[in-house]
């Protein structure tokens, strides 16, 4: 019986240790920091507030998600917020954009975030402006 339960302890810590190193790998091939939630308000005047929830598994000092954007569809930069530190306990974190002026034909926006090393990339968000 004691031999049976080591076997199955040594089993069990393989299969976890692996498991922690797919997952591990998988943080580290991720290059760019994710959108993945948008929140936007109209307030008038075709000036729109976003509140942009980003994903930034590897945030460390060195390298974190350092901004985000708002585009139009064909990529012309509307707005942009600088993010100045890391967000390494507090993750995925949400940064609002304020005041920022859409032309009255944009129905559509496409919120983007960077990352200090390599610039911008990773899951985009397209958000229709409330009104429009």
């Known amino acids: 019986m004691h031999r049976l339960l080591v076997v199955c302890v040594i089993a069990l810590g393989a299969f976890t ?31 729109f507030d976003f509140d942009a929830t980003i994903a930034s598994p590897y945030d460390t000092p060195q390298r974190y998600a350092d901004a985000f954007r708002v585009m139009s569809a064909d990529g012309k930069q509307l707005g942009e917020r600088t993010l100045f530190h ?7 974190f949400t940064r609002d954009l304020h005041g920022i002026t859409i032309p009255s034909g944009i129905k559509t926006v ?23």
């Open 86 to 92: 890391d967000h390494a306990s507090e993750q995925p």
């Open 110 to 132: 496409v919120i983007q975030a960077r990352d200090k090393r390599y610039g911008y990339g990773g899951k985009m968000i397209h958000v229709t402006l409330p009104g429009r």
């Open 17 to 47: 240790s692996g498991a922690a190193t797919a997952q591990h790998a998988g943080v580290l091939a991720q290059r760019f920091p994710d959108v993945i939630d948008v929140r936007v308000h109209a307030r008038g005047d075709n000036r």
